[in-house]
């Protein structure tokens, strides 16, 4: 079975500063894509950033960086210089290259403080 | 469409009520998933569309849920006699093909309240 993990349901960041958000996920397949989305109050999810398993180069988007470490099944965002408009839910998604959907996360809350 | 299009954006039904939710995904793209969000919670699959094919409906609660597509295009998230358990945001995705690639896009969802 599939799972992904986020363990942190809240976090805040000065403007301007870095954070990171952690993700672990539990799969048996080799070959899979790792997402970060981000959900504004506007409920819509935006693809953020994403990463094939089989690169081993750090996906990188801007602002937004990942690290992943397929060993230990990680995969954590890390937002620079982080603005106002980076205050929403972010959900990991684990997406198969095998069967009908992703499997997501339950979200970090995050708020950029002013 | 340039989107993902739900409707209604929110739906307050009495419980045991009918609600039919809607989605128009991006023309052209294939796979068309359903997610339902509760309260505090990641996105549960519900069922999946590609072009043609049966879909995967193995996500589906119970069978007071039901989804239609027609071939390619608008697909209808049906919810029969409305518990107040199915309160929830129900995301609508498409995308090109079945293939994980490039992730979903994303409709802005139906949030359904039922009291």
């Known amino acids: 079975a599939q799972t992904v993990t986020q363990s942190q349901p809240e976090m805040s960041v000065q403007e301007a500063e870095t954070v990171t958000l952690s993700c672990t996920y539990d799969?048996?397949?080799?070959?899979?894509?790792l997402f970060w989305y981000k959900q504004p109050p506007s409920r819509q999810m935006i693809l953020v950033i994403r990463?094939?398993?089989?690169?081993?180069q750090n996906a990188t988007e801007n602002r937004f960086s990942v690290n992943f470490q397929k060993a230990a099944k990680s995969f954590s965002l890390k937002i620079s210089d982080s603005q106002l408009g980076d205050t929403a839910m972010y959900f990991c998604?684990?997406?198969?290259?095998?069967?009908?959907?992703?499997?997501f996360g339950t979200g970090t809350s995050l708020t950029v403080i002013p | 469409g340039a989107g993902v299009s739900q409707s209604p954006s929110n739906k307050v039904t009495e419980k045991g009520k009918d609600v039919e939710l809607r989605c128009d995904p991006i023309?052209?793209?294939?796979?068309l998933y359903w997610y339902r969000q509760r309260l505090g919670q990641g996105l549960e699959f519900l069922i999946y569309f590609q072009g043609n094919s049966a879909p995967d409906k193995s996500g589906l609660p119970s069978d007071r849920f039901s989804a239609e597509r027609t071939g390619e295009s608008v697909s209808t998230l049906t919810i029969q006699r409305t518990q107040q358990e199915d309160s929830a945001v129900y995301l609508c995705a498409s995308s090109l093909d079945n293939r994980p690639n490039y992730g979903y896009t994303f409709g802005s969802g139906t949030r359904l309240t039922v009291v």
């Open positions: 990463q094939e398993a089989y690169k081993q």
């Open positions: 998604a684990f997406g198969p290259n095998t069967g009908n959907q992703f499997y």
């Open positions: 799969t048996s397949e080799n070959n899979y894509y």
């Open positions: 023309s052209g793209h294939t796979a």
